[in-house]
């Protein structure tokens, strides 16, 4: 298992990495998220603005909802062969 670093060095390029975060009840999630940003957003269509900017996850198969992280993990680890 990867060591967790601050989401401030999470790549915002698009990608999708491991997040954790905290929901609303207090409970800690793990997740595979991806960072959009608002030109991204706008590229794919649609109605967006500065708030929807940020950390989006799948919550179940059918919905995404956008999150604030407090931390992420590199794919891999030591231990994995790529």
Known sequence: ??????IATAPTDGSKV???WTDRDG?????VAQYRSLARLKAAGG???D???GWWAYVDSDTQKRISPHS?????????EE
């Not at 992420?72 to 994995?80: F, Q, V």
């Open 1 to 6: 298992m990867s060591a967790k670093l601050p």
């Open 18 to 20: 491991t997040v954790y």
């Open 27 to 31: 409970q800690e999630n793990e997740s």
């Open 47 to 49: 109605q967006w603005d």
């Open 51 to 53: 708030s929807d900017e």
């Open 72 to 80: 992420w993990s590199k794919a891999g680890g030591d231990d994995e």
